[in-house]
């Protein structure tokens, strides 16, 4: 069954606003599963960036075969999530499989100014005294940033808003999604 969410049509892109369909997305992550694969470096570990990698980082996990670790993190939280504020980490990893050692790799969807990127990345050798190497990993790498990422998809010079499909859901609630669901019910 498919969500009447997933129906929805994007606007066309502009230099300021990125639209992302779900098939778009869909592909742009499995783009980087093949980029990260040819890479031909073995992960141990693959420690997605929540909320935005949480969907990224489960693919590449699934795809690579290795281990799935959540890592909290935020910085988007004024205006309704569109404005960067002071960034907070959480202060452990969640992962079914003991914690982190050897090469990890950190997911997550974009790197905007690159702070959050550089802070986890310059963080968890210290917490994690067992990781030997740490490399990131995104779709979306945007010019302003000041980390670059070891492997990405896209290089996004005009630095746009990115809207990806997942947002609609950002200020729907159980009412707002039934009512949704009963004017468009799915096949």
Known sequence: MRSVVQDQKTPPS?????????DEYHDLIEQLVLIVARSGIEFDHVLCLARGGLRVGDVISRVLDRPL?????????????????????????TSAQGPLSGRVLVVDDLVDSGVT??????????????????KSAVIWFKAISSFVPDFYVRFLTTNPWIHQPFEAYDHQRPRDLAEIRAKNPSS
């Open 69 to 93: 670790a959540i890592l909290s993190t935020s910085s988007y939280r004024a205006s309704g999530g569109s404005e960067q504020g002071e960034l907070y980490v959480a202060p452990s990893v």
């Open 117 to 134: 990127l550089a802070e986890v990345v310059r963080m968890l050798p210290e917490r994690y005294p067992d990781i030997t190497a740490v």
């Open 14 to 22: 502009t230099d300021r606003d990125l639209w992302v369909s779900w």
